[in-house]
DNA sequence: CTAGGGTTAG
């Protein structure tokens, strides 16, 4: 249907301003019969309850109407064609019930009735309140219509409405379409904020990924300020500091829905500390929420953090588990390349009767991919097609692509690769030229890589995987050809960042990143290990550099990656023994890998990276990848 | 009596 565009843009708007604002119509009655509205389940009672209302005389009355129009427009099992038939009924509807009926639309799919019913509304005389703006609003944001919102939300500044529902709703309309900025100066602008517009701003910024942003936010619903600098980025005062603040400050408090926006957050970004005291928060003020679904984003934070042990604690400790907390479990442990444990886990949801999905065997087989698990794998597959009839999807088939590239057996994966029944994506292309990286496959790679730009050409990590296959094989001239496509096409890098978190301060590194307060002891310390791995014998591998420099430069490049300095400032600031937690954004590279593994022994630390995709336990010189990854 | 925020599983 089309939109209502006339009342909008013509001079006599149903923006426009009323005089002074409506007296209040109320008209309470108490009657037997209008108890029995609470309970009504279905139209069916319902038709019974208006009959007795009728009977009762109390079909006349606005208190009455609004409860049935209020069920048959808003409940789920409501009817929106009766409601209508009651409303077109009465002679002067209330502002209530227009009110009713425009926010049924608002929910309905045909949220532009919402609208038609709002310039009604306006023509006949009536008056919007703070009720009617954020049904509006929703209404505007369904139909991505942010003209009109611009204009409702022009409405509302005139009549000075200083409500925190009506602007939480505007923010919700400005997030959605990803204007968050603009959000962000109305959200700031809010007399009376509370904590569903607080939820309304993490909520959006945690959407478009800036989880940094997301997580201060929720600090500041406490007003934790710690000041950030350039180099640093602060998400979180310790916890029980925050826990005791909060209790004296009477604050926001956050409930479920600040908590299902921020532990993605924290598991983005690998803020284990933030993470670990929510998790007390909720335990200690959520006893609601036994059989939520925010214990299934708990354990996937732990499990994203890097505290795989402290998943499986919550996990275990759950007393009903849905399919969704046995699936990201089953996927934790895969991403920590813990095959067996994974494969372990599948079968006793399978003897507890419950019935695994699609999702269930994504996490499985990237668990036998990511443990290096080949026949395991095969057979998982076979069965989940034969025994559970669930269709492979192309996360299935890019989990056995990568498994089979992983052991080297190519054939096997490019006849998997031609009997698919669906179009191969971007992710299996890329796992197929990772698995030509590692086993030097040069022809394959060559076939993945122009696949994979045809389908993405401005994949930026395609270019560095097939150009590190170039200079694995000493091939520098089709190296520098690869930057020269690069540059062409104004192609970034993305720039390798590591992070670390201590005492609850995130801290952010790029590759050579001298902008850290303690930029100069880290470069020592970088020093000190650069000699304490030549002592050990390491010899960097400089052949997944990209540039045809020299050897020297390169491995002064080499030394100084991201994840490098992370570490380093790790190890100067923490007591001797403390295991160190790494993020990276993109994939560790074979040269950093080896390192750290000498590293862990040398320094005799326990380092838990996380790279884009899975993690490595670096303890005593191995990794827990066994170099599989 | 009517209004705003909602994740996770490669």
């Given at each position: 249907?089309?939109?209502?565009?006339?009342?909008?843009?013509?001079?006599?708007?149903?923006?426009?301003?009323?005089?002074?604002?409506?007296?209040?119509?109320?008209?309470?009655?108490?009657?037997?019969?209008?108890?029995?509205?609470?309970?009504?389940?279905?139209?069916?009672?319902?038709?019974?309850?208006?009959?007795?209302?009728?009977?009762?005389?109390?079909?006349?009355?606005?208190?009455?109407?609004?409860?049935?129009?209020?069920?048959?427009?808003?409940?789920?099992?409501?009817n929106s064609n009766y409601a209508l038939l009651i409303f077109d009924a009465i002679e002067n509807p209330t502002e209530i019930l227009w009110n009713t009926i425009i926010h049924g639309y608002a929910l309905s799919s045909n949220p532009e009735l919402a609208l038609e019913f709002y310039v009604k509304m306006v023509s006949l005389g009536n008056?919007?309140?703070?009720?009617?703006?954020?049904?509006?609003?929703?209404?505007?944001?369904?139909?991505?219509?942010?003209?009109?919102?611009?204009?409702?939300?022009?409405?509302?500044?005139?009549?000075?409405?200083?409500?925190?529902?009506?602007?939480?709703?505007?923010?919700?309309?400005?997030?959605?379409?990803?204007?968050?900025?603009?959000?962000?100066?109305?959200?700031?602008?809010?007399?009376?904020?509370?904590?569903?517009?607080?939820?309304?701003?993490?909520?959006?910024?945690?959407?478009?990924?800036?989880?940094?942003?997301?997580?201060?936010?929720?600090?500041?619903?406490?007003?934790?300020?710690?000041?950030?600098?350039?180099?640093?980025?602060?998400?979180?005062?310790?916890?029980?500091?925050?826990?005791?603040?909060?209790?004296?400050?009477?604050?926001?408090?956050?409930?479920?829905?600040?908590?299902?926006?921020?532990?993605?957050?924290?598991?983005?970004?690998?803020?284990?500390?933030?993470?670990?005291?929510?998790?007390?928060?909720?335990?200690?003020?959520?006893?609601?929420?036994?059989?939520?679904?925010?214990?299934?984003?708990?354990?996937?934070?732990?499990?994203?953090?890097?505290?795989?042990?402290?998943?499986?604690?919550?996990?275990?400790?759950?007393?009903?588990?849905?399919?969704?907390?046995?699936?990201?479990?089953?996927?934790?442990?895969?991403?920590?390349?813990?095959?067996?444990?994974?494969?372990?886990l599948f079968s006793k949801l399978i003897e507890e009767g419950i019935e695994p999905d699609d999702v269930t065997f994504v996490g499985l087989l990237s668990a036998c991919s990511h443990g290096g698990l080949v026949e395991l794998g095969r057979l998982h597959f076979s069965s989940m097609v034969q025994d559970y009839k669930i269709q492979p999807?192309?996360?299935?088939?890019?989990?056995?692509?990568?498994?089979?590239?992983?052991?080297?057996?190519?054939?096997?994966?490019?006849?998997?690769?031609?009997?698919?029944?669906?179009?191969?994506?971007?992710?299996?292309?890329?796992?197929?030229?990772?698995?030509?990286?590692?086993?030097?496959?040069?022809?394959?790679?060559?076939?993945?890589?122009?696949?994979?730009?045809?389908?993405?050409?401005?994949?930026?990590?395609?270019?560095?995987?097939?150009?590190?296959?170039?200079?694995?094989?000493?091939?520098?001239?089709?190296?520098a050809r690869i930057r020269t496509m690069l540059n062409d096409n104004g192609l970034k890098k993305v720039p390798g960042c590591t992070s670390i978190e201590l005492d609850s301060v995130v801290h952010e590194f790029l590759v050579s990143d001298r902008t850290h307060p303690q930029s100069e002891d880290i470069y020592r310390m970088l020093d000190?290990?650069?000699?304490?791995?030549?002592?050990?014998?390491?010899?960097?591998?400089?052949?997944?550099?990209?540039?045809?420099?020299?050897?020297?430069?390169?491995?002064?490049?080499?030394?100084?990656?991201?994840?490098?300095?992370?570490?380093?400032?790790?190890?100067?600031?923490?007591?001797?023994?403390?295991?160190?937690?790494?993020?990276?954004?993109?994939?560790?590279?074979?040269?950093?890998?080896?390192?750290?593994?000498?590293?862990?022994?040398?320094?005799?630390?326990?380092?838990?990276?996380?790279?884009?995709?899975?993690?490595?336990?670096?303890?005593?010189?191995?990794?827990?990848?066994?170099?599989?990854?």
């Open positions: 249907m089309a939109l209502p565009s006339s009342p909008f843009t013509s001079k006599a708007s149903a923006f426009h301003i009323p005089p002074e604002s409506n007296p209040p119509c109320s008209l309470l009655q108490k009657h037997p019969s209008l108890s029995l509205l609470s309970g009504c389940k279905n139209m069916e009672t319902l038709k019974q309850i208006h009959a007795q209302f009728i009977k009762f005389g109390l079909h006349n009355t606005h208190f009455g109407l609004s409860k049935l129009v209020g069920f048959c427009a808003l409940s789920p099992s409501g008056y919007p309140n703070s009720y009617t703006f954020p049904s509006l609003f929703k209404s505007c944001k369904k139909l991505m219509a942010a003209q009109i919102g611009k204009q409702v939300h022009g409405c509302v500044v005139k009549l000075g409405l200083d409500n925190a529902v009506s602007f939480t709703a505007l923010i919700g309309g400005y997030v959605s379409r990803g204007c968050l900025d603009e959000a962000r100066e109305l959200f700031d602008g809010i007399p009376v904020r509370d904590v569903v517009s607080w939820n309304a701003m993490i909520s959006g910024y945690a959407e478009v990924g800036r989880f940094g942003e997301a997580l201060s936010l929720f600090e500041n619903m406490w007003k934790l300020n710690v000041t950030p600098n350039e180099s640093t980025l602060v998400s979180v005062l310790s916890a029980s500091l925050a826990v005791f603040r909060h209790m004296q400050l009477e604050r926001v408090e956050p409930n479920d829905v600040t908590f299902l926006n921020i532990l993605p957050a924290c598991a983005h970004m690998g803020a284990l500390d933030m993470g670990r005291w929510i998790h007390v928060y909720i335990n200690k003020n959520c006893h609601h929420l036994q059989n939520s679904s925010l214990w299934t984003s708990v354990i996937d934070m732990y499990a994203k953090c890097g505290s795989i042990e402290a998943a499986k604690q919550v996990f275990f400790g759950l007393e009903t588990k849905s399919l969704s907390s046995w699936n990201v479990m089953i996927s934790g442990l895969a991403m920590h390349g813990n095959g067996h444990g994974a494969i372990d999807k192309l996360p299935h088939y890019g989990c056995m692509i990568d498994l089979l590239g992983r052991a080297g057996l190519f054939d096997e994966a490019k006849s998997l690769l031609e009997c698919m029944d669906i179009e191969p994506d971007g992710a299996i292309w890329s796992s197929l030229l990772g698995a030509c990286r590692i086993h030097g496959n040069l022809e394959l790679g060559e076939y993945a890589a122009s696949s994979l730009f045809k389908l993405d050409p401005n994949n930026h990590g395609a270019y560095v995987l097939l150009s590190n296959i170039y200079a694995g094989a000493g091939r520098w001239n089709d190296v000190e290990i650069d000699r304490r791995l030549e002592m050990a014998g390491h010899v960097p591998n400089t052949s997944e550099v990209h540039y045809d420099m020299d050897e020297e430069w390169k491995e002064g490049i080499l030394s100084q990656h991201s994840e490098r300095l992370a570490i380093a400032f790790g190890l100067i600031s923490t007591k001797p023994g403390t295991t160190l937690r790494i993020v990276k954004n993109l994939r560790v590279c074979g040269n950093c890998h080896s390192a750290t593994k000498l590293i862990s022994k040398i320094f005799n630390r326990e380092i838990i990276a996380r790279d884009r995709n899975r993690f490595h336990h670096f303890k005593d010189g191995c990794c827990s990848c066994m170099d599989y990854w």
